[in-house]
């Protein structure tokens, strides 16, 4: 396959095409792991929290259904990582399910992730992040989310190994204050007399059951899940890897080991530190929480920390996504022009900063985004279901992840309950927006079919 890159042997280290290959590969576990840390600490894990409590018996079904949903994404990790180490190419979703299922497969799946796994994506964790900014800016919150959007756009354009160092210090910085924050709050809380299991009151008043309380563990652990989205993220980029089939299923596993590790101390410091009734429905959890165990200096620096996180998250989507479209053009089933020799796929940031910023602007179309996260929990499925197949079964009895087959099969079921949850959850506020949605396959579709009547060789 032209364009495909071939990582260096060990006797070849000291040449000049090894040098030449480390110069397409610079990203190494480190750089990986921080890329997976900043994809998943978001917004949604100072938010989740309120919201949930608002709708669980207190904060002990809250905790349980952070670790829950952190179970999920170690499972899912460790699938990834099996599937990484037998294909180590960039892609993710797009180049597995085209491999293993069919072409057109993992093109729809690489065409949702274009306009809403990463595009959309952006879009909104931009407009988060000019939605905390606080005080009065001259001008508006779409034009702050734009210039953020640029920012970044830029920073990648000068290369990927800037970018990842750039992404590197402020990661690493995010978590040091994290950390410290945690390690003040977890005495003070109990100092303060916190740590007090208090449920909020009854919604509605209704008395709870069995059957009652599984439907809101399910639909809080579909919200929670949300925010471990982006433990994966070092397979879009593994073509820019080092040692790809052992520092991308190494970085996937230790930055989801460290996030969940932290979600979980952030959010006993959230749910345990303020009276439940205070906090139970509050969109802005964790600086109302703070506020019962930290300083107003300490919280105000929570807030900023929020602010380095979505931003952190925007650039870390910026750096991977161009790599999927690069790789689909590069197999023919989008234009050649997306398809890039080097480590950065500049074309590609540039669409992809195209597509972020008209959604921004067009703000009726984010909202619609819940149910593109439906199709992407689905691709996310269908991708680790891959792991099932004999082409990804490995040699020789070979296992690509461990506990074989249990492993993929938990994280299909689980997926596939979160995912018709949240049709579920979306189809009673908006029937008419999954129609407005599924216009995306019909597009996609038109894409492929166009482009396959283009190419004129056979793909490898």
């Given at each position: 396959?032209?364009?495909?890159?071939?990582?260096?042997?060990?006797?070849?280290?000291?040449?000049?095409?090894?040098?030449?290959?480390?110069?397409?590969?610079?990203?190494?576990?480190?750089?990986?792991?921080?890329?997976v840390?900043?994809?998943?600490?978001?917004?949604?894990?100072?938010?989740?929290?309120?919201?949930?409590?608002?709708?669980?018996?207190?904060?002990?079904?809250?905790?349980?259904?952070?670790?829950?949903?952190?179970?999920?994404?170690?499972?899912?990790?460790?699938?990834?990582?099996?599937?990484?180490?037998?294909?180590?190419?960039?892609?993710?979703?797009?180049?597995?399910?085209?491999?293993?299922?069919?072409?057109?497969?993992?093109?729809m799946?690489?065409?949702?992730?274009?306009?809403?796994?990463?595009?959309?994506?952006?879009?909104?964790?931009?407009?988060?992040?000019?939605?905390?900014?606080?005080?009065?800016?001259?001008?508006?919150?779409?034009?702050?989310?734009?210039?953020?959007?640029?920012?970044?756009?830029?920073?990648?354009?000068?290369?990927?190994?800037?970018?990842?160092?750039?992404?590197?210090?402020l990661?690493?910085?995010?978590?040091?204050?994290?950390?410290?924050?945690?390690?003040?709050?977890?005495?003070?809380?109990?100092?303060?007399?916190?740590?007090?299991?208090?449920?909020?009151?009854?919604?509605?008043?209704?008395?709870?059951?069995?059957?009652?309380?599984?439907?809101?563990?399910?639909?809080?652990?579909?919200?929670?899940?949300?925010?471990?989205?982006?433990?994966?993220?070092?397979?879009?980029?593994?073509?820019?890897?080092?040692?790809?089939?052992?520092?991308?299923?190494?970085?996937?596993?230790?930055?989801?080991?460290?996030?969940t590790?932290?979600?979980?101390?952030?959010?006993?410091?959230?749910?345990?530190?303020?009276?439940?009734?205070?906090?139970?429905?509050?969109?802005?959890?964790?600086?109302?929480a703070?506020?019962?165990?930290?300083?107003?200096?300490?919280?105000?620096?929570?807030?900023?920390?929020?602010?380095?996180s979505?931003?952190?998250?925007?650039?870390?989507?910026?750096?991977?996504?161009?790599?999927?479209?690069?790789?689909?053009?590069?197999?023919?089933?989008?234009?050649?022009?997306?398809?890039?020799?080097?480590?950065?796929?500049?074309?590609?940031?540039?669409?992809q900063?195209?597509?972020?910023?008209?959604?921004?602007?067009?703000?009726?179309?984010?909202?619609?985004?819940?149910?593109?996260?439906?199709?992407?929990s689905?691709?996310?499925?269908?991708?680790?279901?891959?792991?099932?197949?004999?082409?990804?079964?490995?040699?020789?009895?070979?296992?690509?992840?461990?506990?074989?087959?249990?492993?993929?099969?938990?994280?299909?079921?689980?997926?596939?309950?979160?995912?018709?949850?949240?049709?579920?959850?979306r189809?009673?506020?908006?029937?008419?927006?999954?129609?407005?949605?599924?216009?995306?396959l019909?597009?996609?579709?038109?894409?492929?079919?166009?482009?396959?009547?283009?190419?004129?060789?056979?793909?490898?």
């Open positions: 396959m032209t364009g495909k890159l071939r990582e260096p042997a060990p006797g070849d280290v000291g040449s000049s095409a090894a040098a030449t290959e480390l110069a397409d590969r610079p990203l190494t576990t480190l750089s990986l792991a921080c890329l840390a900043a994809n998943m600490i978001g917004v949604g894990v100072f938010t989740t929290s309120g919201f949930a409590l608002a709708s669980l018996p207190g904060p002990t079904a809250v905790m349980a259904v952070w670790a829950g949903a952190g179970a999920i994404a170690l499972i899912g990790a460790i699938c990834y990582g099996g599937l990484a180490r037998q294909v180590t190419e960039s892609g993710g979703e797009y180049l597995f399910l085209a491999r293993g299922v069919h072409p057109l497969v993992g093109f799946a690489g065409w949702i992730s274009l306009v809403a796994g990463f595009s959309g994506a952006i879009g909104l964790s931009a407009v988060g992040f000019a939605k905390h900014l606080e005080g009065s800016l001259p001008v508006g919150d779409s034009t702050v989310a734009v210039a953020l959007i640029i920012c970044f756009t830029a920073i990648n354009l000068i290369g990927l190994r800037p970018a990842a160092s750039v992404q590197n210090v990661v690493l910085g995010k978590l040091v204050l994290l950390v410290l924050f945690v390690l003040y709050a977890l005495p003070a809380m109990f100092r303060t007399g916190g740590g007090v299991e208090s449920a909020p009151p009854q919604p509605l008043g209704e008395p709870w059951t069995t059957a009652r309380l599984w439907g809101a563990v399910a639909s809080n652990l579909m919200w929670v899940s949300f925010s471990f989205a982006g433990y994966n993220a070092a397979i879009y980029i593994a073509g820019a890897a080092r040692n790809c089939r052992a520092s991308v299923p190494r970085a996937m596993l230790l930055g989801t080991l460290v996030v590790a932290l979600y979980l101390l952030l959010n006993a410091v959230f749910v345990f530190g303020a009276p439940a009734e205070a906090i139970a429905g509050e969109p802005k959890v964790a600086i109302e703070s506020r019962y165990v930290a300083p107003a200096w300490m919280v105000e620096g929570l807030r900023m920390v929020i602010l380095v979505l931003a952190t998250s925007v650039l870390a989507m910026i750096q991977t996504g161009p790599h999927v479209y690069a790789q689909m053009a590069r197999d023919g089933h989008l234009p050649r022009w997306l398809d890039s020799a080097g480590a950065t796929p500049r074309r590609g940031v540039v669409l900063a195209g597509i972020a910023c008209a959604l921004v602007l067009n703000t009726g179309f984010l909202e619609l985004l819940e149910y593109l996260a439906f199709l992407l689905i691709s996310s499925a269908a991708t680790i279901g891959c792991l099932l197949l004999p082409r990804f079964r490995g040699r020789a009895g070979n296992r690509p992840v461990p506990l074989w087959p249990w492993l993929p099969l938990v994280f299909v079921a689980v997926t596939a309950m979160i995912a018709v949850q949240t049709l579920l959850y189809w009673q506020a908006d029937p008419g927006g999954l129609l407005r949605v599924l216009l995306v019909p597009v996609g579709l038109a894409v492929y079919w166009w482009m396959s009547r283009r190419r004129t060789e056979p793909i490898s």
